[in-house]
């Protein structure tokens, strides 16, 4: 009987640690699609708008905020000329991705930094989405789950582990 009961419980203890894992990477995978959700409406609503929306990244790596600009005949150039649409935390406020450039998407599609410079080159942008192991620095942390988002000058964008 002693047998049987500790088979269940380290049985017990291993399903655990699996449907932890699967919920970790369930949330990751949530997270980058979330993003990726939130780059097509802002592009869509740039075209549809005819106006920047754009892309501000907390240095932290723990949430974004879209930002649309108020109006066509505003300045893109001024962060004062945006409203803020919408504040995304990925990860429950959690760090989740480093090496962000803020950037805006016009009408056309095309990618600048933001604030925007109308005049200045396309950019592309590189994120690096990543689900750190608990208890390990945000500067230098173990990855339980890393994904590479580029988004290319012309609005593509491509995913890669």
Do not use: W
């Amino acid at each position: 009987m002693l047998v049987a009961i500790a088979i269940m419980a380290l049985v017990l203890v291993l399903s655990m640690q699996v449907g932890r894992s699967s919920i970790q990477r369930s949330s990751f995978t949530a997270a980058i699609n979330e993003f990726v959700a939130d780059f097509n409406y802002a592009r869509t609503l740039a075209s549809r708008e005819n106006r920047y929306v754009a892309f501000d990244f907390k240095p932290n790596g723990t949430s974004y905020t879209i930002r649309i600009l108020r109006g066509v005949s505003l300045d893109p150039q001024l962060e004062d000329s945006y409203i803020n649409h919408k504040i995304v935390e990925p990860m429950d406020g959690d760090p989740c991705f480093s090496g962000a450039t803020d950037f805006a998407v016009n009408s056309m599609g095309v990618i600048r930094q933001f604030p925007v410079d109308p005049n200045s080159s396309p950019i592309t942008v590189t994120l690096n989405f990543f689900k750190a192991k608990p208890g390990t620095e945000y500067t230098t942390p173990e990855k339980d789950y890393q994904k590479t988002i580029t988004i290319f000058p012309t609005g593509g964008i491509k995913i890669e582990d």
